[in-house]
């Protein structure tokens, strides 16, 4: 990912957050194999559990998530690990989170360097965090340490979801949430034979907000209401995106 200074989040803990409130992470491998392409991404959400906002803390924290294994990256991931004593896959693997507010930024919206010079093209903001890491995988449906890394994970994964996304906690009116335990022990226990576990250390993190915060003031009030003109939702969170980065780059160069 090119961090230009400009955009970079420098902050670990704010990386964090982000995955957190974006859970759905792009997971990408390069395994070499006779039988399957060597670059495979899949869409899957992840757990977080986090270890140490220190940059230089070699492991900060581990992505836990699953996938089916009819998937042909699941297979080529047991393919590469079938061998290993530890389960864990030789090269690095990367998952990329973005935000899912984006938008396509219009040299129309820029009142102050577009009517003086006409010096301006269009761009495209967005946010987006990247993660590196060694990744161990649990594939063996008849291992007892698969089968508790499995229960934990999806029983994790769904709480999350189901309180931080959904919003059901059982108090002041709300749902209570759906629990793993909802379902048959027996369904419960075919599902995870048809899934595998993947753990990945984050020994690498880096994520950006590109925001428009390197615009001059006049330029970036002309970006905030002309998100905000489009009248729709994702409009209305990048205006205050927008605001947000800009004001948080104003106050460090008053530093």
């Given amino acids: 990912m090119y961090l230009r200074a400009v955009h970079a989040e420098p902050s670990i803990k704010a990386l964090f957050e982000f995955i957190k409130e974006n859970p759905l992470g792009i997971l990408t491998t390069s395994i070499a ?15 977080l559990d ?57 040299p129309k919206f820029y009142t102050e360097t577009k009517p003086s010079t006409a010096k301006v093209v269009p761009t495209w903001n967005y946010a987006a965090v990247q993660v590196y890491g060694k990744a161990t995988i649990y594939h063996d449906s008849s291992s007892v340490e698969t089968s508790l890394y499995l229960s934990q994970q999806i029983g994790d994964l769904s709480k999350q979801c189901e309180t931080s996304i959904m919003g059901y906690s059982g108090h002041e009116g709300k749902p209570e949430p759906w629990s793993v335990s909802d379902a048959p022990d027996r369904y419960i226990d075919i599902m995870k034979k048809n899934i595998i576990g993947i753990e990945v250390s984050i020994e690498s993190i880096g994520g950006k907000f590109k925001m428009s915060q390197e615009m001059g003031h006049g330029d970036r009030k002309g970006i905030i209401e002309g998100f905000q003109d489009l009248a729709s939702d994702t409009g209305t969170h990048m205006a205050d995106m927008v605001r947000r980065r800009g004001n948080m780059k104003d106050a460090e160069r008053k530093i």
């Fill in 50 to 106: 986090t270890i140490s906002e220190d940059p230089d803390v070699p492991v900060k924290g581990r992505l836990r998530g699953h996938l089916a294994r009819q998937n042909p990256q699941s297979k080529a991931l047991i393919e590469a690990v079938s061998n290993s004593s530890t389960g864990t896959l030789q090269h690095d693997v990367m998952v990329l989170f973005t935000s899912p507010y984006h938008h396509y930024v219009t």
């Fill in 33 to 47: 194999s006779p039988h399957y392409p060597f670059l495979q991404s899949s869409h899957i959400p992840w757990v």
